[in-house]
């Protein structure tokens, strides 16, 4: 029998990103240079913790993606570790649970990117210690749970939270 260990979820909020124009979808809105910029610092910030994830989902919008990319290469690690899931674009936090529950895999650390209102509410729903308010753009809130597998993930669960934004 697997004794559970501590695993580590990664929220993030997407950073900054540009107002959508007239002809443009919600779907296509970029960082913004400060959003880009603010992804970079806190990219550094996480590098720094050390113990990097081991798998990366993110909204498939292209700010999510930017978002993803740039902590990624802050980290040292490669593109192929992000999981684009459009399941993830706007989700709500039974949403978020069930596909973290479904693709966390073996990953002890598990990095989701995606888009508030969900995403602050999942961090919210999640952690067994502290209420968690509105995430501002590029807030990374860090929860752990003693788990064998992600499909263990329930609601009130997560110790240890950290949070921090630019």
């Known amino acids: 029998m697997t004794v559970p260990a501590l695993w580590r979820l990664s929220l993030v909020r997407h950073a900054q990103a540009e107002i959508a124009r007239a002809e443009q979808s919600d779907w296509d809105r970029e960082l913004e240079p400060r959003g880009r910029r603010d992804a970079m610092e806190m990219g550094r910030r996480l590098a720094r913790q050390g113990a990097p994830p081991q798998r990366i989902l993110a909204s498939p919008a292209a ?12 980290l040292g690690l490669e593109d192929g570790l992000i999981q684009p ?21 073996e990953a002890r650390h ?21 209420d968690i308010d509105d995430l501002p753009p590029c807030a990374i809130c860090i929860l752990h749970f003693e788990l064998r597998r992600w499909s263990e993930l329930e609601w009130a669960n997560g110790v240890q939270v950290q949070r921090d934004h630019p």
Do not use: K
């Not at 993606?65 to 990624?72: E, F, K, N, P």
């Not at 899931?85 to 895999?105: F, N, T, V």
């Not at 598990?110 to 502290?130: K, R, T």
């Open 63 to 74: 700010r999510t993606l930017q978002t993803a990319r740039i902590l990624a290469g802050e």
């Open 85 to 105: 899931h459009e399941g993830l674009y706007l989700a709500s936090a039974p949403r978020m649970l069930d596909i973290a529950r479904a693709l966390g895999g």
């Open 110 to 130: 598990l990095m989701i990117v995606g888009h508030n209102p969900g995403i602050s509410e999942f961090a919210d729903q999640l952690s067994g210690e502290h």
